[in-house]
């Protein structure tokens, strides 16, 4: 035993310094995460566009290098009229996020268009519940049909926060199921156990006329954002960008 804990010391007296972020394992044991160092930061030239539409305003972003060279993007980001990220709407809060490369990805599809789901309760979630769509009913021409329903699970933030829950599900998905329809219902459910039935936790609607919305309105803000980054360095901004920080 004092043979392991001579050699356990012996390894550390060898580690870096403390400035250096890398970590030397103990025998047996498995290498730690790298911590990026605090302090570095670069520079980046972010180049925005953005469009306020009727229901949303919807934006894309690109990255260059601070020598001007290609690094990130694109990102698609859209919120819906009114947000206000220091006051989040409950129970739900829609949002858009893509992230492509125009290279490979010339065209925008929606199925990779990802829809954050953010719910807000008075009252606690369950550790899982269910968001479920439906279309208006009654559905012509064949009257009502109730069983139906396009679902997602949302999950709590954690032990420190159980009023507060996020999902997700493609777009693409969403306005295949919502076709013919500008708005769906949705019902936050509380699943079924051994004790008792489904129970309704919050209900409301979505808006997926604003969705598909800002859809139409990517391909005229990629023509925008190609003018634009024709010369970064000119026409966007250069921001300080810690390297430990991702978009």
């Known amino acids: 035993m004092r043979h392991l804990l001579a050699a356990a ?13 890398r970590v030397v394992p103990l025998p047996g044991t498995q290498p730690q995460r790298t911590v990026p160092q605090q ?10 566009v ?5 229901g949303g305003i919807v934006s894309l972003t690109r990255l260059y290098t601070d020598e001007g060279k290609r690094d990130a993007g694109d990102f698609m980001h859209w919120n819906l009229a009114g947000y206000d990220p220091s006051r989040p709407r ?12 125009p290279s490979r990805q010339p065209a925008v599809e929606p199925r990779k268009i990802e829809v954050k789901l953010r719910v807000g309760l008075d009252t606690d979630l369950p550790e899982v519940a269910l968001i479920q769509m439906q ?5 012509e021409p064949h009257g009502i049909v109730g069983s139906t329903a396009l679902s997602t699970q949302i999950f709590p933030y954690g032990a420190h926060n159980m009023k507060d829950g996020h999902g997700d599900l ?10 013919g329809y500008d708005t769906l219902d949705w019902t936050l459910i509380r699943p079924s156990d051994r004790l008792g039935g489904d129970k309704e936790l919050a209900r409301g609607t979505i808006d997926t006329a604003a969705l598909r919305e ?3 309105a990517l391909p005229g803000l990629r023509k925008r954002l190609a003018v634009k980054t024709a010369d970064p360095k000119a026409r966007c901004e250069r921001v300080l960008w810690p390297e430990h920080i991702l978009y």
């Open 9 to 21: 010391a012996a390894i550390l007296l060898l580690a870096p310094a403390a400035g250096d972020a």
């Open 39 to 48: 302090g570095r930061e670069t520079y980046r030239y972010r180049c925005d």
């Open 50 to 54: 953005e469009q306020k539409l009727k």
């Open 90 to 101: 409950r129970p739900l809060e829609l949002e858009l996020s893509y992230i492509w490369d």
């Open 135 to 139: 279309r208006p009913f009654p559905v």
């Open 170 to 179: 493609p777009l693409g998905d969403l306005l295949a199921y919502a076709e």
């Open 214 to 216: 800002a859809v139409a």
